[in-house]
């Protein structure tokens, strides 16, 4: 079982994190749309305003959607307000921050909306606070994707909180784990894994970084481990192996493999580029980790390994070119699928061997790209940051399908469900619906 937070049918058939219920990018039984013609026209169900900013993708449980944002508000913090830049650790030489602290109290949103109307069933604000640091251009104060088990809700702003709700907007919990400090200032993204009643967060930072497993029922934690590791903005990879469950992670100086029941590390392995933010995924009894960011590197790592792999240990494959930066990839059957850097060059590798099928080959139409692609109904979806998504035919050769345009830009990730693929956008979230 790889990363399903439920099991069964009901799985299934939602979206319970951020990557699927197999924690892969591919909607099994899915079959959303191929076209639909800009904000309002073919295939597009409804389409609802949204408050406040954020990347965090939505998830979908029953006739639920739950989104995380972040809204700045017109109240400005007076000078006891402001935290205090001094209570935070100096940054690392050459990587003095490059953001700005803000003055302005922000509102943290956890939002449900009804899947077949785009009605607003409830909205909580879990914190009215001034943050700590800024963060990069492109990015926003709510980039953690929620996680449900369809009992409870799961939601982390990182530093300004930790919450679990009822699926009706009841708030069960939350826990304060402190504050992150990030390269440069550049924010964060710590989107809680579900895994048998546990929530994992990858509270990776310049100093003091940590893996934390937390009870999901009363938000207790059950062990923190202590990880040598500067900032990711990476999502664990839970996945159960020989009896026992792994915590993947992927990391600059080493992507490790953590134990479920103590956090202890049963194997690393070293080579990845800085700034780590693809997740792993699993294939057949290994772990296919990369990272594209100044440079490429790519690792097939056996589930059975034990100890410091180092560069050069026992490994299925690894590759160094055609890496993504910020996108993770998607599982297709026997195949891997991503793109360069934040490019539209894409690259097929088969998950077994990484051989190359598709060498560093332009999708059409496409430009920079932050979403993640995903897999639905023999088709697969890539996204840019202009709101354009390009449908491919899964193969050896790049076929499009379908080039449509929404007129709004997204960073999520896509979610494709049933007949729909919901789209948070920056303006607002579409569900488009195959029609009869």
Same mark, same amino acid.
């Given at each position: 079982?790889?990363?399903?937070?439920?099991?069964?049918?009901?799985?299934?058939?939602?979206?319970?994190?951020?990557?699927?219920?197999?924690?892969?990018?591919?909607?099994?039984?899915?079959?959303?749309?191929?076209?639909?013609?800009?904000?309002?026209?073919?295939?597009?169900?409804?389409?609802?305003?949204?408050?406040?900013?954020?990347?965090?993708?939505?998830?979908?449980?029953?006739?639920?959607?739950?989104?995380?944002?972040?809204?700045?508000?017109?109240?400005?913090?007076?000078?006891?307000?402001?935290?205090?830049? !001094?209570? $935070?650790?100096?940054? %690392?030489? &050459? @990587?003095?921050?490059?953001? #700005?602290?803000?003055?302005?109290?922000? +509102?943290? =949103?956890?939002?449900?909306?009804?899947?077949?109307?785009?009605?607003?069933?409830?909205?909580?604000?879990?914190?009215?606070?001034?943050?700590?640091?800024?963060?990069?251009?492109?990015?926003?104060?709510?980039?953690?994707?929620?996680?449900?088990?369809?009992?409870?809700?799961?939601?982390?702003?990182?530093?300004?909180?930790?919450?679990?709700?009822?699926?009706?907007?009841?708030?069960?919990?939350?826990?304060? !784990?402190? $504050?992150?400090?990030? %390269?440069? &200032? @550049?924010?964060?993204?710590? #989107?809680?894994?579900?895994?048998?009643? +546990?929530? =994992?967060?990858?509270?990776?930072?310049?100093?003091?970084?940590?893996?934390?497993?937390?009870?999901?029922?009363?938000?207790?934690?059950?062990?923190?481990?202590?990880?040598?590791?500067?900032?990711?903005?990476?999502?664990?990879?839970?996945?159960?192996?020989?009896?026992?469950?792994?915590?993947?992670?992927?990391?600059?100086?080493?992507?490790?493999?953590?134990?479920?029941?103590?956090?202890?590390?049963?194997?690393?392995?070293?080579?990845?580029?800085?700034?780590?933010?693809?997740?792993?995924?699993?294939?057949?009894?290994?772990?296919?980790?990369?990272?594209?960011?100044?440079?490429?590197?790519?690792?097939?790592?056996?589930?059975?390994?034990?100890?410091?792999?180092?560069?050069?240990?026992?490994?299925?494959?690894?590759?160094?070119?055609?890496?993504?930066?910020?996108?993770?990839?998607?599982?297709?059957?026997?195949?891997?699928?991503?793109?360069?850097?934040?490019?539209?060059?894409?690259?097929?590798?088969?998950?077994?061997?990484?051989?190359?099928?598709?060498?560093?080959?332009?999708?059409?139409?496409?430009?920079?790209?932050?979403?993640?692609?995903?897999?639905?109904?023999?088709?697969?979806?890539?996204?840019?940051?202009?709101?354009?998504?390009?449908?491919?035919?899964?193969?050896?050769?790049?076929?499009?399908?379908?080039?449509?345009?929404?007129?709004?830009?997204?960073?999520?990730?896509?979610?494709?469900?049933?007949?729909?693929?919901?789209?948070?956008?920056?303006?607002?979230?579409?569900?488009?619906?195959?029609?009869?």
């Amino acid at each position: 079982m790889v990363g399903l937070v439920s099991t069964g049918l009901a799985a299934e058939a939602n979206w319970t994190q951020w990557r699927g219920p197999h924690a892969n990018g591919t909607a099994p039984g899915a079959e959303p749309p191929t076209s639909w013609d800009g904000p309002s026209g073919k295939n597009i169900r409804w389409r609802t305003e949204l408050v406040g900013k954020g990347s965090a993708t939505p998830i979908v449980w029953g006739e639920q959607i739950f989104i995380a944002s972040a809204e700045q508000t017109e109240r400005k913090a007076k000078p006891e307000e402001i935290p205090n830049p !001094l209570d $935070r650790p100096p940054p %690392r030489p &050459g @990587y003095e921050r490059q953001t #700005t602290e803000p003055t302005d109290f922000y +509102r943290f =949103l956890v939002s449900s909306y009804q899947r077949g109307t785009g009605k607003l069933l409830w909205r909580k604000v879990v914190a009215e606070l001034v943050p700590h640091e800024g963060h990069h251009a492109t990015h926003s104060y709510a980039a953690g994707s929620p996680t449900t088990d369809g009992e409870r809700l799961y939601v982390s702003f990182g530093s300004f909180g930790v919450y679990c709700f009822a699926l009706d907007g009841k708030l069960l919990w939350e826990r304060q !784990l402190g $504050r992150l400090n990030t %390269r440069r &200032g @550049y924010g964060e993204a710590v #989107t809680p894994v579900l895994h048998h009643g +546990r929530l =994992l967060l990858n509270w990776d930072q310049e100093v003091d970084s940590a893996l934390y497993c937390i009870d999901a029922k009363t938000g207790e934690t059950k062990w923190k481990a202590v990880r040598d590791e500067i900032t990711t903005w990476t999502t664990p990879l839970v996945t159960e192996f020989n009896g026992g469950a792994q915590v993947i992670l992927n990391g600059t100086r080493r992507i490790r493999s953590h134990d479920y029941e103590t956090g202890r590390v049963i194997w690393s392995c070293s080579g990845m580029t800085e700034n780590a933010i693809p997740s792993a995924i699993r294939y057949q009894d290994a772990a296919i980790i990369l990272s594209g960011y100044r440079g490429n590197s790519g690792v097939s790592v056996p589930l059975s390994s034990q100890g410091d792999l180092g560069l050069d240990g026992p490994v299925n494959w690894r590759t160094k070119t055609g890496n993504p930066y910020v996108p993770s990839p998607v599982l297709v059957g026997d195949h891997l699928y991503f793109t360069k850097h934040m490019e539209n060059v894409l690259t097929v590798r088969d998950a077994a061997t990484g051989a190359a099928i598709i060498d560093g080959e332009r999708i059409p139409g496409l430009s920079q790209i932050y979403s993640s692609p995903v897999h639905a109904g023999g088709r697969i979806y890539f996204t840019d940051r202009k709101g354009t998504t390009v449908v491919l035919r899964p193969g050896a050769k790049i076929e499009v399908l379908a080039t449509n345009v929404l007129g709004d830009g997204v960073d999520a990730s896509l979610v494709p469900v049933g007949r729909q693929l919901l789209v948070r956008a920056q303006k607002a979230l579409y569900c488009i619906e195959t029609r009869e």
